[in-house]
């Protein structure tokens, strides 16, 4: 698996939370109360995995691609501002449940909107990404490229959609599959 489908097999995984924490929007505007603990598992994934291991991944690529199309340089850029704006999001997300859980008072409304902003962002980012910044990476990469990056980015072990789920997010994985076999 090249490294550009190993970052879009992570886009497909992302979305299907994106896609869960979506329904968990639409549940609290009509009145319903979430499951704080799942929603939170879903934001530590997003702020351990992604924030931690996928963008910085994504950012060494785009910095080896640096310079060598106007149009792409200005998306690369862009995009790596975006990744440090993901990671301050998912942190006061992570922040807004934790306050949650510990009996904070926040109201539900306003809880929504900070939930809902986030999936926003985070799905924009990967259309982004995926509609823009990797046909060009795409366009302008040779087979020396990937082999080069391939040999300097070894893939991390995904703890949710890898060959190992941790136990963590065992909850989680449960949710995904319920959620999956109902669509």
């Excluded at 199309?69 to 690369?76: A, V, Y």
């Excluded at 501002?81 to 539900?108: C, F, N, W, Y």
């Amino acid at each position: 698996m090249t490294i550009i489908a190993e970052l879009h097999q992570d886009h497909i995984n992302l979305d299907k939370l994106l896609v869960l924490l979506r329904s968990k929007v639409e549940k609290m505007k009509e009145g319903e109360h979430p499951n704080f603990n799942l929603i939170g598992d879903v934001v530590s994934y997003i702020s351990g995995y992604a924030d931690g291991f996928h963008h910085p991944r994504e950012d060494k690529i785009y910095e080896y691609f640096m310079g060598r199309d106007s149009k792409l340089d200005t998306l690369l850029s862009n995009c790596e501002k975006e990744h440090a704006d993901l990671r301050q999001s998912s942190t006061s997300l992570q922040e807004a449940i934790d306050g949650v859980l510990h009996d904070a008072v926040i109201p539900m409304e306003e809880f929504a909107e900070l939930l809902e902003d986030f999936v926003l962002r985070q799905t924009n980012h990967l259309n982004l990404e995926e509609g823009d910044i990797f046909p060009k990476i795409n366009a302008v990469a040779g087979a020396k490229d990937w082999d080069y990056l391939a040999e300097q980015l070894p893939k991390p072990e995904d703890p949710l959609f890898g060959a190992r789920l941790a136990q963590e997010f065992t909850d989680l994985y449960k949710e995904l599959i319920i959620d999956m076999n109902a669509a």
